[in-house]
Every structure is written in structure tokens, then in C-alpha cells.
């Protein structure tokens, strides 16, 4: 007989790598439910993503657009799996909205005492992300302020944005099985070579 003060393996308690072991992991494979997730927070970025393009006017906040957008994406989210059968924990802001101004790469989300106003023709970047259940979508999309069918952007802004959607089409058609990163980079070179713009190797904060 085991004396009274020495315990057995199965009494001691589990470490968290333990339990995250048993936990099972949910994945296109395993539960049909995660694709749904995914295109439910595709669907309000996308609606979101909209809503904040109409907002990008001359003179206005960025501040105050980027709160416009959170703010919404958080409300949409509200309204999606609401019923107690979803067990659905948490949802909303994957990425915050970002809104970010011809130099700045990318990631700028202001403090109001630090915001800027838009001007017009500048190029913005507008960045942001929702998630269902930690099922991310994110969405961007470059426009110029106060262009329209009739005001068409011209010169370098316009050779950078055809170059970008030029190279992101080529990127999705290269990756696939079998191909390696290298060919991808090299493919985005060449585009960015051919509309004579310079290539972004890092995403640097603002303040970098």
C-alpha cells in the first residue's frame, strides 16, 4: 500500500500546456463552423471598410475616423452569433482602424492630441480587422481623397497603386504548393521595377 501522503500521477494537478493539449484545436478540418466565423468577420471589415472610405474627406480627423471605425466594427459584431447555442466568448476588434497618410507605411491609429486632418489628393491606407471567436478578417484598401471618375489620380500616386494591385495579384497567383517565397519577392521586384517604385521590406511603427 502507497503511504497516506504520497499522491498518485493521475491526482496531481495539470499544467496549462497540459490542458491546451486536450483541448481540441478547432480548424477547417475539424469543425465546418470555423469557416463561417471567418466569413462573418470578412463580411462586416468589408462593411466597415466602406463605411470609413465614405468618411475620407477633405479637412476631416483622423482621429475621429479611426474611433468611427472601431466603434462600428464593434457594433456589427454585437449583432452577429448572439444566441447562446454559438458559444461564441469573444468578437469584435482584431485590428484597430488605421488610417494612415501618403509618407506613413502603415499603422497609424492616433491619440486625438495627436490626429491629423486629410487634405485633398492625399494617399491614404486605410487598415482594419474584425473576428468572430478569434477568427480573424482584415481588410485595406489605398484611395486618394477627393478622387472620383472625373478627378482621376495621375503620376506617381497612381504608377504606386496600380503597382501594389498589380504585385498583390501576382503574389496570390504564386502562392500555391510547391512554390517557395523567393519566387514571390523576386515576381513583386519585377513589378515594382517595371512602374519604377521602391519596395517596403518592413512595416515600421509611425514613430520609427
Known sequence: MEPADKKSKKDEPKS?????????????????AVLDKHKAAAKIAQEVLE??????????????????GDKKIEESAA??????????????IAFPTCISVNEICGHFSPLKDESKT???????KIDLGCHIDGFIA??????????SKDKKVKGKKADVILATRKAF??????IKEGNINN??????AKISEVYKTCLLYTSPSPRD
Open 183 to 188: 519566387q514571390v519577392t523576386k515576381m513583386i
Open 79 to 92: 449583432k452577429v452569433y448572439t444566441s447562446k447555442k454559438s458559444k461564441v466568448t469573444e468578437k469584435g
Open 51 to 68: 463605411h470609413v472610405k465614405k468618411l475620407c474627406v477633405p479637412g476631416a480627423d483622423i482621429a475621429s475616423i479611426c474611433s468611427e
Open 16 to 32: 496549462d500546456e497540459e490542458d491546451k493539449d486536450e483541448e481540441e484545436e478547432e480548424t477547417l478540418e475539424t469543425s465546418p
Open 169 to 174: 495579384d501576382a503574389a496570390i497567383r504564386l
Open 118 to 124: 486629410l487634405a485633398d489628393d492625399d494617399l491614404v
Open 138 to 147: 482584415q481588410v485595406a484598401e489605398t484611395i486618394v481623397v477627393g478622387a
